[in-house]
């Protein structure tokens, strides 16, 4: 699914999974001479977030809004930031 859609970018051979969800703005690339990304199943990409190089992004990742991942997201995680670092998430009480 692509939310909103306007100035997204994706790699021709990039391999993205199921059940996706893509903002604005989003930019699934290669970078420098590497390949592009891989998503898995049920992942969910915040606006403007830019994934680059070969990197593999597990099933269920949340990728926040202006995240710039270049390194592997494990399954379930939530990366935010620039470079983008895995948070705990809050519990709920």
């Known amino acids: 699914m692509i ?6 970018i994706i790699h021709p051979s990039s391999v993205i999974g199921a059940h996706c969800v ?11 001479k590497s390949g592009p990304p891989t ?4 992942v969910v990409v915040g606006a403007y977030a830019q994934l680059l190089g070969s990197i593999h992004i597990g099933d269920g990742a949340r990728i926040g809004a202006m995240a710039v991942v270049l390194h592997d997201v494990p399954t379930g995680a939530t990366v935010v930031g620039n470079p983008a670092r895995i948070i705990t998430p809050r519990s709920r009480s």
């Open 3 to 8: 939310h909103h859609f306007g100035g997204i």
């Open 22 to 32: 893509l903002r604005h703005g989003v930019t699934i690339g290669a970078r420098d």
């Open 39 to 42: 998503l898995g199943d049920n």
